[in-house]
């Protein structure tokens, strides 16, 4: 069993930041790649940050230049920094390991609402 655990989300302006962490825990062993996914309703979850065992990084292309994946110091525990948020940022955001043994595990998601 792995627990993914999202936490960060809120109400914020436009233009406003937020920092959403995301804590792996359970049967996962050694550096781990993370996925920062984001839903909103009627829509599939498209991926928006990506980051490798080997730290390679990717964004899609919506928040490439405003939001920034990382790794914290504790082991598997990961954070999206989201800066000049928009009103098309607001969604349900989670984390999500993209490896065939982990994959199907998902978190209850974070909240992220930007509005005025």
């Known amino acids: 069993q792995v627990q993914l655990v999202e936490s960060g989300g809120g109400l914020v302006q436009p233009g406003g930041s937020l920092r959403l962490s995301c804590a792996a825990s359970?049967?996962?062993?050694?550096?781990?790649?993370f996925g920062w996914h984001r839903q909103v309703p009627g829509k599939q979850r498209e991926l928006v940050a990506l980051?490798?065992?080997?730290?390679?990084?990717n964004y899609d292309d919506s928040v490439r230049g405003r939001f920034t994946i990382f790794r914290g110091t504790a082991k598997n525990a990961v954070y999206l920094q989201m800066n000049s948020l928009k009103p098309e940022d607001t969604a349900v955001y989670y984390c999500?390991?993209?490896?065939?043994?982990?994959?199907?595990?998902w978190g209850q998601g974070t909240q992220v609402t930007v509005s005025s």
């Open positions: 980051i490798t065992r080997d730290g390679y990084i």
């Open positions: 359970g049967s996962i062993s050694g550096i781990l790649p």
């Open positions: 999500n390991i993209p490896l065939a043994t982990y994959a199907h595990y």
